[in-house]
């Protein structure tokens, strides 16, 4: 081999390495200055798939910066039961990690285009005590959120949620699902929403006071009709297109007569004509849970449970609510029972919890009207709900199968001797287990909370009302066949 060869294989030799060094020192380099776009796409979709998060080493050695994914799913997704319960996996919240300003939800695509009238503070947020400045009608979504009150009261909010919900879909920089979005203009709108808290409004401005003829609930509400009476937007359709919170039982008991026509979100029909409130054009939601919700890892097990039967709350009740005492002198002896009276007061709520957290079947039974608040409370307790009223409508049941986490009970067999404990004690562990864990997985979507998420109780609430909507929409369009003919 000559010389010139032989200098030329030791250069090529020294070569190689030194370059295959500068490119992984350059690689190296590229991966810290933090831009994801430079990771191969399959090698990042790998990442989100595999993890809830990740790491890049910032140019401060002190603290990696983190990456977060937004997501209110669990991270193990059961997609058997994602179709059954109509909750989607979010992909649209992964695509909008690494950016600074969320993406506008485009009305076009979102399943309600909604209406929302500005109606003066005193059928809002005023009726929160907000301070206000002038002229103001609506809080800034991103500066104070008015707070709810507590208690009882928080049980019948929904309302509050939805309207938040609407300011926020108007408002950029809230993350939220693109379900609802306010529209500006009434005419490309498809639910007209009526922002009255109603049950707010029973709750606190009931009673008449001296010199005073009426109370603040019935004059806000006479207001109301007047109010949306003289609106075009309710005369193009008779209020049909509209939408009325009303959850409370005993809220808009005053205008539900003139305002029937439109659309009603209720806790249940115990209280409603059939002419006014129906399951043909009205929404069932939950009531918004009191009790604390138990995280999936912190969930006991069958055994963990050692109490057969829970219930705590009020007792002796009229009308359908007899029921409640008879099963009470039938149960209070029983030793892995328990039912006794309890309140709000003296730490009740927090008792209640507990009790549900250790129980492995808690009592849903019929008082005033055929709902209760303690459904829900049961749910997010993973305590597998026994459901003893005829006459209950329940949430988002075109959707949801109830019996696949509850047990249902007519309540002319739970009354008689020894047949619901025979019942439940006979239920086995693994049918048991079944049960509790899709109460686990179906139990975000009763949570209320601002920002919603997608899946939890508001985004469920409007995916309802869209679902309604095709059905009132068929009405609406059959009455309209020849009002639109002109005659010549």
Known sequence: MSEKSRLSSRFLFFLIPVSMFFFIISS????QLGNISLLPGSIFKLILVNSTSFYLKSNDKSEPVKIPIFSSMPSQIDTKSSMRSGVK?????????GKNKKKNCDPNQALLRVYMYDLPPEFHFGLLDWKRKA???????????????????????MEYWLTLDLLASSTPDVRRPCSAVRVQNSSLADIIFVPFFSSLSYNRHSKVYEKEKVSVNQRLQDRLVQVLMGQDEWKRFGGRDHLIVAHHPNSMLDARKMLGSAMFILADFGRYPVEIANPGKDIIAPYKHVVRTISSGESAQFDGRPILVFFQGAIYRKDRGVIRQELYYLL???????????????NGINKASQGMASSKFCLNIAGDTPSSNRLFDAIVSHCVPVIISDEIELPFEDVLDYSEFSVFVRASDAVKKGYLLN???????????????????????????YPSQPGDAVDMIWKAISRKRSSVQFTLNRKNRYQRTEIQ
């Open 28 to 31: 190296v380099s590229l991966l």
């Open 89 to 97: 996996c979010p992909n649209s919240e992964i695509a909008a990690i």
């Open 135 to 157: 002229n103001q009608t609506w809080p800034n979504v991103l500066d104070h959120i008015p707070p709810y009150p507590g208690g009882l009261n928080l049980q019948h909010s």
């Open 332 to 346: 209070r002896d029983e030793k892995d029972v328990h039912f006794t009276f309890g309140t709000v007061r003296g």
């Open 423 to 449: 019942l439940l004690r006979n239920i086995e562990r693994d049918k048991w287990t079944m049960m509790w864990e899709r109460l686990k997985n179906i139990a975000p979507q009763f949570e209320y909370q």
